[in-house]
């Protein structure tokens, strides 16, 4: 078999997963037809997030315990931003945060109110951190006459996509010793943003809104779609670009004796050697694997 017939076997292999991508597009005779697959296509279709292995505790020979920040800023990790605007985009593309709210407003995901999960948080008790209720002098006015506030007279400003300027992270590298390697596992995210009270003030205070149990998250996070620069008939699920780590985060803590303080407690008012702390407490964990080879 020469090289030719090799790249045709690949091709027709590859076809069935582009047409995938956008289900139906070629063949709708109406707009409403485009992502729709039919019964046939339903029960081929074996798409699923990919199970993660059972790990013994006994076969973890080390581990640590990590808290990263995933700038948005950082053109890399556009893709868990975009879009923020959904007026005038299919329903097939949204943000990372759209994509959580919008579960967590139907009652398909939990959320938690620290990186420890602890306790859970429902969105009644998260109104207060997603939303901000201002009364204006002419509803004041109205209250002490004893009068109904009209609704003119109240401001809602609520926390959108858009004013999502971080994720936070939590995870844990371990060498497995049955693999002989070392793996990372993500265990959970949050989104950051201003404080919805403060955030028209020139530096407001980051606050995370809330914490998703990552594992509890996957079957969500796969459905959802992350749009692809390098190829538009073949996007990728946020699961897979999660769990694949195709993003840049900088490490804000790591689990220690002093209460998994963070970096930025034990080394204020310098960016620059909080970065660097950050990229030892890396190559610590990097040379770990190196160090079990070694004699």
Sequence with gaps: M???NVLVMGVVTMLPLSMMAQANVLNAKKPDEVGVRTEAQKAVDNDAPLEYGYVDDRDI???KTLWETVDLDERVNFPLYYPTDTMDIGPDRRSLYHVLIKNLKSG?????????????????DLKDALQMVDTLDYGYEQMNAGETV???YITRRNISAADIEEYHIKGIWYFDKRQGELKYRLLGIAPVAPDVNFMDDEN???VELFW??????REILHEAKV???????QPISFDMLLNARRFDAVIYKED??????????????NALFQLLEAKRIKETIRDKEQDMWAY
Excluded: C, H
């Design 204 to 206: 407001p205070d980051m």
């Design 150 to 152: 009209s609704e003119e």
């Design 61 to 63: 020979l080390w581990s």
């Design 108 to 124: 398909n995901l939990e959320t938690y109110t620290d990186s420890y999960f602890t306790k859970k948080r429902s969105f009644a």
């Design 2 to 4: 020469n090289w030719k």
């Design 212 to 217: 998703v149990w990552y594992p509890d998250a």
């Design 256 to 269: 220690n004796v002093q209460g998994d303080r963070t970096i930025d407690n034990y080394i204020s008012d």
């Design 227 to 233: 749009f692809n620069q390098q190829n538009s008939a």
